[in-house]
């Protein structure tokens, strides 16, 4: 099914450890970002990406890395996971013509 | 304040009741779209909306733009309809494509 794949579905880090959020879209929407979900907020963007090539921050990238390895595939690296960082991350896509929307299925990483 | 604010926070209906939900917002926007997020799970768009008025099944969506207010109705309410549903706007100009985010509206739809 055509759609936006997200790897892990949950995970549960120990402070100090490392992991990276796969995200893969099949529709070749040239944008994709990475949000996180915390009660009571709303989604907020850590990064993004408008194109392959492009990388920019979003409005919380502290503690994150990303990588577009290429236009399907985009990365979010956490270096040194925080408790601050338990969250549901989700990864998106958009194509930039017709505005349509894409979500993954989330990942939901606690941090102990 | 929040540059999107949804209302009420919290909804809760008896099945078949008509269900208004509202997102005003204060920014110029280029698209707004309405989200759905059942507990626990996946984000669904449901709608995107530039102008005007969209229907799909039991749900539908309007916009005003000169108000900057958009609703969200769902007739003949359903217990499957429970769930987080989500306003969130594409701000004009750039050359980016970042939504916006309401903090969402947790309806519960009771049989």
């Known amino acids: 099914n055509a759609g936006v794949t997200q790897t892990p579905k949950f995970q549960v880090l120990k402070t100090g450890q490392s992991m990276t959020l796969q995200c893969a879209q099949d529709?070749?929407?040239?944008?994709m970002y990475w949000y996180r979900q915390d009660p009571g907020m709303g989604l907020r963007l850590i990064y993004y990406?408008?194109?392959?090539?492009?990388?920019d921050k979003g409005e919380v990238p502290n503690g994150y890395n990303v990588s577009r390895l290429n236009k399907r595939e985009f990365s979010l690296r956490l270096e040194s996971a925080a408790p601050s960082q338990t969250s549901v991350y989700f990864c998106?896509?958009?194509?930039?013509?017709?505005?349509?929307?894409?979500f993954g299925s989330g990942t939901r990483l606690t941090v102990v | 304040k929040n540059e999107v604010e949804q209302s009420p926070q919290n909804l809760t209906a008896q099945e078949g009741e008509f269900i208004t939900i509202n997102c005003s917002y204060s920014?110029?926007?280029?698209?707004l779209h309405w989200l759905q997020q059942h507990p626990g799970g996946g984000i669904v768009s449901l709608f995107m909306?530039?102008?005007g008025k969209k229907k799909h099944g039991r749900l539908i969506a309007t916009i005003n733009i000169q108000e900057k207010h958009s609703s969200l109705h769902i007739t003949a309410s359903h217990p499957r309809d429970s769930a987080v549903y989500i306003c969130?706007?594409?701000?004009?100009?750039?050359?980016?494509?970042?939504?916006?985010f309401g903090k969402g509206t947790l309806l519960t739809v009771n049989p």
């Open positions: 998106a896509s958009s194509d930039r013509g017709s505005y349509g929307y894409t």
């Open positions: 529709m070749n929407h040239n944008s």
């Open positions: 990406s408008a194109s392959e090539g492009t990388t």
């Open positions: 920014v110029g926007i280029s698209a």
């Open positions: 909306l530039s102008s």
């Open positions: 969130a706007v594409r701000s004009n100009g750039g050359s980016n494509y970042k939504l916006t």
